[in-house]
């Protein structure tokens, strides 16, 4: 299975990928930051970088960038470009890429409240 790890750089992508790398997956890290663990450095708001990221991807794991340990580290329109425009948008391109899977922090936190 390929699987697609937004966030690889950090503390929780980085252990994603870890964990997924030894179970035999295939997997592809990217993030704004280049570490060990990411494969790709680019936004998720740069349209054909996602396209071309999306190649063969069976799930995508979307790891948000800003979160509460961001707060004094990144702007108030990090946040909002990340969280609020881009990840959506590449859930948009990666449905129209074929991707069927997908995990998220927020999804799984939607789904337990339901």
């Known amino acids: 299975m390929k699987v697609l790890i937004t966030g690889s750089s ?7 990928v870890r964990t997924l790398k030894d179970l035999n997956h295939e997997v592809l890290g990217i993030d704004l930051l280049p570490s060990p663990f990411t494969d790709k450095v ?6 054909s970088f996602v396209a071309q990221c999306m190649q063969g991807v069976d799930v995508v794991c ?5 979160t509460k340990p961001h707060v004094a580290t990144h702007s108030r329109q990090d946040f ?16 129209l890429a074929g991707v069927k899977n997908f995990v998220t922090p927020a999804r799984t936190a939607l789904l337990e409240t339901h």
């Not at 979307?62 to 800003?66: K, Q, R, S």
């Not at 909002?80 to 449905?95: A, K, L, Q």
């Open 10 to 16: 950090g503390h929780l992508g980085e252990a994603l």
């Open 42 to 47: 680019s936004s998720i708001a740069d349209h």
């Open 62 to 66: 979307i790891l948000p960038l800003c």
């Open 80 to 95: 909002i470009d990340t969280n609020i425009t881009g990840n959506p948008e590449f859930v948009g391109r990666s449905r």
